[in-house]
């Protein structure tokens, strides 16, 4: 199944369903193995892996690298958070389409001005005119390529202090303009705005929710109130975080590694997560020449180990296996050649 169409089945299920939030390859396969059945490519997380603020520092461009190392990284779909869509309605086109040639499954946009900024960060939050972002909507409705490419639609109205009504209004305008789902987000530390809204939508869409501040309510609560999808937002981003302080500091007080080697993911770990025994298949399979070296007694010369065949496609390989094991002081056997070469 196309990771478009996983993450539409999604957004549509008829159960409460969850993204985890990534912003890298080596996250992304982790919040796969971990059982997800989508990801949060989270702008905020991205942004400060790199090292910058969450107020379009980082270029489109460099987003869009990150978000190809993830969805190589894995086969689950992957949402991006594309702030603002990064300019005007031609922008928005241009990104969904280097989006559907990385296989990422959709965009989130949110009704906000660029450069923007992050919705917990500041008061000032000034919002797009709704005309203006529905034609965004629009524009990359009208560019995908593939039919199951989600468009969700972020609703600020709440963040930028506007009421219950600027919220349902702008929902329903970016609905009819052709968003996937709506995002209605709010900075609250209770659920109360969210709930409300819920009360008075009218189901036209599956509505996503984001409870990085009001993550007190029981998550039973989101989905009586008819709550499609909820995203972990920044959470594997502050894990790593409090991990790497806490290591760093200790490393740095005590000078060694004694006490603190078993406390943390032993390096087999990650070149397993890094594909290491995929390349060892690929070089089984693929190499020229393949050789098992037996040490002799002393430790000077070797053979090939029984049943090893060393095999080149080649006189130019088999010269170069000849000049690599004569260099480390090392003989081959000379085998049989195989019938048909």
């Known amino acids: 199944m196309r990771k478009t169409t996983q993450l539409k089945k999604l957004l549509q299920s008829e159960q409460l369903e969850f993204l985890m939030e990534a912003h890298n390859g080596l996250s992304a396969r982790i919040v796969e193995e971990a059982g997800f ?92 005119d709704i005309e203006e972002f529905s034609n965004k909507i629009k ?14 639609a972020r609703v600020e109205a709440f963040i930028a202090g506007r ?42 869409c599956p509505v996503v929710i984001v409870p990085t501040k009001y993550y007190a309510t029981p998550t039973d609560v989101f989905a009586e109130a008819g709550v499609s999808t909820i995203i972990w937002a920044n959470h594997l981003l502050r894990a790593s975080l409090a991990a790497m302080q806490q290591m760093a500091r200790r490393i740095h007080e005590e000078q060694s590694l004694l006490r603190v ?4 993911a032993p390096i087999e770990e990650v070149f397993r997560l890094q594909g290491e025994a995929e390349l060892k298949a690929a070089e089984r399979k693929y190499l020229p020449v393949r050789a098992v070296l037996e040490p002799t007694a002393n430790g000077a010369n070797g053979k090939l180990a029984s049943g090893t065949e060393a095999m080149a496609t080649d006189q130019t390989v088999a010269q170069k296996a000849v000049y690599v094991a004569r260099s480390r002081n090392l003989s081959f056997k000379k085998l049989p050649r195989r019938a048909g070469q």
């Open 37 to 128: 059945k989508a990801i949060w490519a989270s702008g905020l997380s991205i942004s400060a892996a790199l090292g910058v603020r969450d107020n379009n520092e980082l270029s489109w461009t460099q987003v869009l690298e990150v978000v190809e190392f993830m969805s190589d990284a894995t086969e689950i779909p992957i949402l991006l958070d594309g702030d603002t869509g990064y300019g005007n309605f031609n922008n928005v086109r241009r990104l969904v389409r280097k989006l559907e040639q990385r296989r990422v499954a959709g965009v989130c946009i949110e009704d906000k001005l660029f450069p923007k900024s992050n919705s917990f960060s500041g008061e000032e939050q000034p919002l797009a």
């Open 139 to 152: 524009a990359a409705k009208d560019t995908q390529q593939d039919p199951d490419f989600c468009v969700v």
């Open 163 to 204: 009421r219950l009504g600027e919220a349902l209004k702008r929902a329903e305008a970016y609905y009819r303009a052709g968003a996937d789902a709506i995002l209605i987000h709010s900075k609250l530390s209770t659920a109360d705005q969210i709930l409300t809204f819920m009360k008075e939508w009218d189901n036209s």
């Open 261 to 264: 080697e078993k406390e943390i």
